[in-house]
């Protein structure tokens, strides 16, 4: 992995640009099917890759780092500029565009629009810089002047080429014999398109207006390898073109890129007799391998041209520009190579002689230029001295979990059968060792309290336990033969507990955890849960550990210890929402202690940690998913950090439900696995990539204050309506509980009693159940009992405000008439009510009987009264059937 880059690149450098809670500092891991791009300039072996959204440009000597974080999806394509000044990327994706980035200042320049195209396949500049093509899948080929202020498309072409799903063609551009035109190549699976075009600006009269035009002449040209004017022959099923190059303005090697490990050379043919023009033809088709051919690429020498090719078996040949070998090179560190890209650098020694051979004479040193290349793996090398460097490998293959050392600027990454110990000290990001699970899939990954040893849970019901600084196996507990999908040690390191797939809890205890052979005895196995365990914590319970597991059943169960693992307690801590994660919360001194959870409907859930009773729910901004996971006080600072599906963020302490203390980029279009925290930053990593994210408080706090101070953001989340509406509801309520009719001196207050709540925000649109009543008037009762000892009676307006934003779903919509029921909200109680049944009516009789046994069951004198307070009926016939839309116009009456 390349170093973090200690000094300031030019767009930081630039006091234009702002610093944000979260900037991306690393990157791990690089797309080996997009491959590399060479930057080289000024002597300095630089290179441009990509994986994932981002873009990276990386000094391969220096091992200086530069993210370009633009792209929402992932990016798809990389080309550079000839004056290597110029980068564009492509992504995928609805929203996909084509970014071009100055390599000097390290920043994007330009953004062209191509959502209402299709999927862009291929990117390419001309000879000058000036203009890009742009290939989308449809094969249409356009072509743009991209340094406008607004781009121009300028051309566009039709190839009538059909574009395989996965394939993704490489253009080429050269210079052609003719004067100031040029020629590109665009490589398709089973053809050659030439396009020979001539762009230039002409001055028009339009309207009496004179305007520069961009004016451009084009030819173009099929090359088919199996047409019957060519004398290579056809190409054979299964085979496929792969990468093109100029060898010369005339000549053109293509790679066989699936079938036959063969290279092509076409080549450009004088006027005859069948034909009076210039004009391309195949020339030869040379076989070089077995394997079909990776990646071709070329260098310029005083002799000619020299391409290289390479295949997935880790061979690398030298071809002179009439294809005959010059060297090969066959290295075992290269198997899988899938792109070499030569620098533009003085040659160096590749190695004397042919490899693996034995001559009686001294062999002459082969020379090139240092050259980098990458497998399929994401293991990056440079060939120095005939010899492959490691410059930096990607993260294990399969799921990537990654865990940060407690103290320590250690990381451990698995992938699926791999674990890897990875160090950030010295501004490096180096692999000190590793160990591999071949037929073992790795599932957790866990640190001990102390930080002298690590858990990992298999797929097999075993935990094995490793010292955390070689690696070296310690012990294994086998639970169950489920697969273990949570491990946690308690603080002192006597405890173990690990959760598995069958939704049961073991634990284990030793008496020295200082001691790694001190022997672990199994104290018990429970399965409270029906459904699949999110988290396990320990915590410190009046002197003495507790366990506690919290499931997707919606239960928190309390394990005592003491008691060999005997369950304390069950809680059913929600009523509709999946809870998906449980940490302490990071309470202040004069606060109690609590533990947090989040749930699937965007909620921050607090309980009190000695009686689990809610506490305080907060409301979180609705970002692509539910929060996946959580970590508290990420770097020692006063916040907490979250990852969504696609999302990290960050928010401040205390937690309120004011939005501007939230911040979230997209740190992983593919998905987030998983998050820790070092000393320095957040670590978030997916499939082939672990980025690296520097937090940056004041830039939050700076955030916050232009939100608004006080009530303002809360204020802010209230549509003008809705903030009217419930104004009017609140007075409203506060002149009911002193009497519609009383005729004494009103007292004027801004405060209604706990009793009206309910009806409040009923009369506001949101139709709470029961429960969530019942935990709305819990948390305004205790919300100053810690620090008053005295429960609250009434609630001000701005605390109500409060409440209702933070409890309220996040999907409500506020509508101007709430006694207008949702037809929508009707259908689906009916559903509910009918899951059983057939047809989408019932009897008035089967309704009552509904609401009496199901769900919050109600009393027949409650339907009856609700019924006459809403539409005013109470001799309803017990055999009249009804409908969603008969209910409403009918019984209701609206």
């Known amino acids: 992995m390349p170093e973090k880059n200690d000094e300031k690149s030019a767009q930081q450098e630039s006091s234009e640009v702002s610093k944000r809670p979260l900037e991306m500092s690393w990157v791990c891991g690089v797309n080996p099917r997009l491959g590399f791009l060479d930057l080289t300039q000024d002597g300095e072996h630089t290179v441009a890759y990509a994986n994932k959204h981002i873009v990276v440009i990386q000094t391969i000597n220096t091992k200086k780092h530069f993210p370009l974080v633009g792209h929402r999806n992932i990016v798809q394509n990389l080309a550079i500029s000839p004056c290597k000044r110029w980068l564009a990327s492509s992504e995928i994706g609805s929203s996909a565009s084509v970014i071009i980035w100055d390599v000097e200042r390290k920043e994007g320049l330009q953004t062209i629009d191509t959502r209402a195209s299709s999927d862009v396949v291929s990117l390419s500049f001309s000879t000058d810089s000036a203009t890009l093509f742009i290939l989308y899948r449809d094969s249409r080929l356009t072509m743009w002047r991209w340094a406008d202020d607004v781009p121009l498309k300028y051309e566009e072409i039709q190839l009538n080429a059909v574009i395989p799903a996965g394939f993704l063609p490489?253009?080429?551009?050269?210079?052609?014999?003719?004067?100031e035109h040029q020629c590109a190549i665009i490589t398709f699976p089973n053809k050659i398109v030439i396009l020979t075009y001539h762009s230039?600006?002409?001055?028009?009269?339009?309207?009496?207006?004179?305007?520069?035009?961009?004016?451009?002449?084009?030819?173009?040209?099929?090359?088919?390898?199996?047409?019957?004017?060519?004398?290579?022959g056809a190409m054979r099923e299964g085979w496929a073109l792969g990468e093109s190059v100029f060898v010369s303005s005339t000549e053109i090697a293509t790679s066989l890129g699936a079938g036959y490990g063969a290279v092509l050379m076409c080549k450009r043919a004088p006027p005859s007799d069948a034909r009076p023009k210039w004009h391309w033809r195949c020339q030869k088709l040379i076989r070089f391998s077995e394997r079909p051919i990776t990646t071709i690429d070329k260098y310029a020498t005083k002799e000619g041209t020299v391409v290289a090719i390479a295949d997935l078996s880790g061979h690398i040949r030298f071809l002179s520009s009439e294809l005959k070998l010059l060297y090969w090179v066959k290295k075992p560190k290269l198997v899988g190579c899938v792109c070499l890209r030569f620098a533009e650098l003085p040659a160096v020694s590749v190695g004397a002689g042919p490899e693996m051979r034995e001559a009686t004479l001294d062999q002459p040193v082969f020379e090139a230029p240092p050259f980098v290349t990458c497998t399929s793996e994401g293991v990056v090398h440079q060939m120095i001295n005939g010899a492959p460097t490691m410059v930096f490998e990607g993260p294990p293959k399969g799921h990537v979990r990654v865990k940060a050392h407690p103290f320590r600027d250690l990381v451990i990454i698995s992938g699926d059968h791999e674990l890897r110990l990875m160090s950030l000290e010295k501004s490096s990001f180096e692999c000190l060792c590793s160990v591999k699970l071949a037929s073992e899939k790795i599932l957790s990954i866990e640190f001990s309290s102390a930080g002298h040893e690590v858990a990992v849970g298999i797929s097999n019901g075993q935990s094995i336990i490793f010292d955390a600084f070689s690696l070296k196996e310690h012990t294994r507990l086998q639970g169950s033969d489920h697969a273990v999908v949570a491990t946690t040690f308690n603080d002192d390191g006597n405890y173990f507990a690990a959760a598995d797939a069958s939704h049961a809890v073991n634990l284990w205890e030793r008496d020295d955890a200082s001691n790694p052979k001190e022997e672990w005895r199994c104290m018990g196995r429970f399965r409270p849960h029906s459904e699949a365990v999110q988290s396990l914590l320990f915590i410190q319970e009046y002197g003495t550990d507790r366990l506690l597991s919290i499931s997707k059943?919606?239960?928190l169960v309390e394990y005592a210890i003491e008691d060999k693992l005997k369950i304390h307690s069950q809680y059913r801590i929600e009523s509709e929402s999946i809870p998906t994660n449980l940490v302490k919360y990071p309470a202040s001194r004069d606060e109690e202690e609590f533990l947090l959870t989040t749930n699937d409907s965007y909620k921050f859930r607090f309980y009190n940690q000695s009686t689990k009773l809610p506490r305080r729910m907060i409301s979180i901004s609705k970002y692509d998913s539910p929060i996946t996971e959580l970590i508290s006080r990420p770097c020692s600072t006063d916040s907490l950090a979250f990852s969504t599906d696609t999302s990290l963020g960050v928010v401040l302490l205390p937690l309120d439900g004011n939005p501007n203390k939230e911040y979230a980029v997209v740190a992983n279009p593919a998905g987030i696995t998983s998050i820790t925290a070092i000393k320095s930053s957040i670590l978030s990593c997916g499939e082939g990539i672990v980025t690296a994210w520097n937090i940056d408080?004041?830039?939050?706090?700076?955030q916050k204050l232009h939100g608004g101070v006080g009530m303002t953001p809360f204020y802010n989340m209230l549509k003008p309506d809705e903030f009217e509406l419930l104004k009017d509801v609140f007075y409203f309520c506060?002149?009911?509980?002193?009497?519609?009719?009383?005729?004494?001196?009103r007292d004027v207050s801004r405060t209604i009693p706990l009793n009206r709540i309910a009806e409040a925000v009923r009369a506001l649109g949101w139709f709470p159940t029961e429960q969530q009543v019942e935990e709305l008037l819990t948390e305004i009762k205790f919300s100053?009992?810690?620090?008053?000892?005295?429960?609250?009676?009434?609630?001000e307006m701005d605390d109500f405000i409060k409440f209702y934003v933070n409890h309220k779903p996040v999907d409500y919509k506020f509508q101007k008439n709430p006694d207008q029921i949702c037809m929508d909200d009707v259908q689906q109680a009916f559903e509910t009510m009918l899951e059983s049944e057939k047809g989408d009516s019932m009897?008035?009789?089967?309704?009552?009987?509904?609401?009496e046994n199901f769900g919050e069951k109600m009393s027949s004198s409650e339907i009856s009264k609700c019924i006459e307070k809403l539409?005013?009926?109470?001799?309803?016939?017990?055999?009249?059937?009804?409908?969603?839309?008969?209910f409403i116009t009918n019984i209701l009456k609206l």
Request: glycine letters at 2%.
């Open 200 to 232: 230039r600006v002409e001055i028009v009269n339009q309207d009496g207006d004179l305007l520069k035009k961009q004016i451009c002449t084009y030819n173009m040209e099929t090359l088919l390898p199996d047409d019957e004017e060519n004398d290579i």
């Open 553 to 555: 059943d919606r239960k």
């Open 170 to 179: 490489k253009i080429t551009v050269n210079t052609a014999i003719e004067d």
């Open 697 to 702: 408080l004041d830039s939050l706090e700076e």
């Open 784 to 795: 100053q009992f810690h620090k008053t000892q005295k429960q609250v009676k009434e609630i």
């Open 843 to 851: 009897t008035y009789k089967e309704f009552r009987h509904n609401l």
């Open 871 to 886: 539409c005013g009926m109470t001799n309803i016939s017990e055999d009249e059937t009804f409908n969603p839309h008969q």
């Open 734 to 745: 506060r002149l009911e509980e002193q009497g519609l009719d009383a005729e004494v001196a």
